[in-house]
């Protein structure tokens, strides 16, 4: 299968808890993007990467969460001192330089409890 | 995305059965993209549109985007229980990333 794949699938941690997600995108492609999702919302962005640098974060993202792509390969969305806001499917999603056509891996749910 | 508004919310469907549903931007898009999840998955790529008065079809599913390039809509003819779903709009506003609608939850009543 050579589609975004996205680990582990669910997280279920204690709030206070650091948690990472990784995620590895279509191979050609060197754009990288994180989305998170609540209940009955569409995905909001959190932030992206060009190759490994990154090149835009939202202002939803917290000084708590972090995002590398270390080699412009893979990539790992880093929470941490979880909270209970945290719980939500993040997602992560590729594509090529120059489109705007992402595509989704299967997302990682979070639960902090 | 406060930008994007998608409509319905949710509905119900006969199958066998059209429905239509909208989006509207607040500003004009350089792209319009339809997605479909199901509960709990990701995003699967159905159609993109960046040519005002554009339209493509794919199976069943007809996507529209109005001359404006402001509005969107997706319709499904003779909607079957495989068309159940999330459906979502994302608008690329020439910014590298999309902004989605909340989506519109689509139930298919046999």
């Known amino acids: 299968d050579t589609g975004v794949s996205q680990n582990p699938r669910h997280k279920i941690t204690k709030r206070g808890q650091n948690v990472t997600f990784r995620c590895d995108p279509i191979s050609e492609h060197n754009r990288l993007y994180w989305y998170r999702q609540t209940l009955g919302q569409g995905p909001e962005f959190l932030t992206y990467f060009q190759n490994e640098a990154q090149l835009e974060k939202s202002r939803l993202l917290s000084d708590r969460f972090s995002a590398e792509r270390p080699k412009g390969s893979f990539s790992t969305l880093e929470i941490q001192r979880t909270e209970q806001g945290d719980s939500a499917m993040y997602l992560c999603?590729?594509?090529?330089?120059?489109?705007?056509?992402?595509?989704f891996g299967s997302g990682t749910q979070l639960s902090v409890l | 995305s406060q930008e994007l508004e998608q409509s319905p919310q949710s509905l119900i469907v006969q199958e066998g059965k059209n429905l239509t549903i909208n989006c509207t931007s607040s500003k004009t898009l350089y792209g319009l993209y339809w997605y479909k999840q199901k509960y709990g998955e990701g995003l699967i790529f159905l159609m993109m549109?960046?040519?005002?008065?554009e339209e493509k079809s794919h199976e069943k599913i007809t996507a529209k985007l109005d001359e404006k390039k402001q509005q969107s809509s997706l319709h499904i003819t003779a909607s079957q229980p495989s068309h159940a779903g999330i459906y979502l709009c994302g608008a690329g506003y020439n910014d590298y990333k999309l902004s989605f609608g909340a989506g519109t939850t689509v139930t298919v009543r046999a």
């Open positions: 549109l960046q040519k005002g008065g």
């Open positions: 999603a590729s594509s090529l330089a120059g489109s705007e056509k992402l595509f």
